[in-house]
T-cell receptor
């Protein structure tokens, strides 16, 4: 079966702009979680969606938001981009949630200039 | 602060040798997972060990969990060049179910 698909793979944005990243989970998976990975902070949990509802949230400012659609596809939005938002954004899907085996996409590499 | 901390930060060993990585965490957990990440790519799930389990095997991987010491170890036996990657432990704390990753161990297998 198809894996987790993230689009786009690479993105360059300017400070102050906003960006939307997309994640298509494995078919049948209802949980989608998002992570930010940077060399300095490592992998940090952003939020988790389950059946269109945000179920868990990490410690990120309100500029980071997300949503999940009825087909379990998820989008993550970052508004008013800052240089420090440059990172690899990873999406993971799982059947039941965070404490079960998660399957990760290849990530979206966001560069803010 | 990080819930999980891997040790060492980097490890270089000869092909064929065994590699051991450790993870320590701070609060009570439901389970602990190990993931592998090849450079700049997505993570691959290796193994999940529940808080009531002490040891788990998967192929050349052996994971132990000591909840009294709040630590886990990942052993890769008979290492191969393809094992070169970063390895992360991830814990979900009982108090809030959030997943927290450590900063990882960079493993380099020398030919």
């Amino acid at each position: 079966k198809a894996g987790v698909t993230q689009t786009p793979r690479y993105l360059i944005k300017t400070r102050g702009q906003q960006v939307t990243l997309s994640c298509s989970p494995i078919s049948g998976h209802r949980s989608v979680s998002w992570y930010q990975q940077t060399p300095g902070q490592g992998l940090q949990f952003l939020f988790e969606y389950f059946s269109e509802t945000q179920r868990n949230k990490g410690n990120f400012p309100g500029r980071f938001s997300g949503r999940q659609f009825s087909n379990s596809r998820s989008e993550m939005n970052v508004s008013t981009l800052e240089l420090g938002d440059s990172a690899l954004y990873l999406c993971a899907s799982s059947l039941r949630g965070l404490n079960t085996e998660a399957f990760f996409g290849q990530g979206t590499r966001l560069t803010v200039v | 602060s990080q819930q999980g901390e891997e040790d060492p930060q980097a490890l270089s060993i000869q092909e064929g040798e065994n590699a051991t990585m450790n993870c320590s965490y701070k609060t009570s957990i439901n389970n602990l997972q190990w993931y592998r990440q090849n450079s700049g790519r997505g993570l691959v799930h290796l193994i999940l060990i529940r808080s009531n389990e002490r040891e788990k095997h998967s192929g050349r991987l052996r994971v132990t969990l000591d909840t009294s010491k709040k630590s886990s170890s990942l052993l890769i036996t008979a290492s191969r060049a393809a094992d070169t990657a970063s390895y992360f432990c991830a814990t979900d704390a009982r108090r809030d179910d959030k997943i927290i990753f450590g900063k990882g161990t960079r493993l380099h297998i020398l030919p």
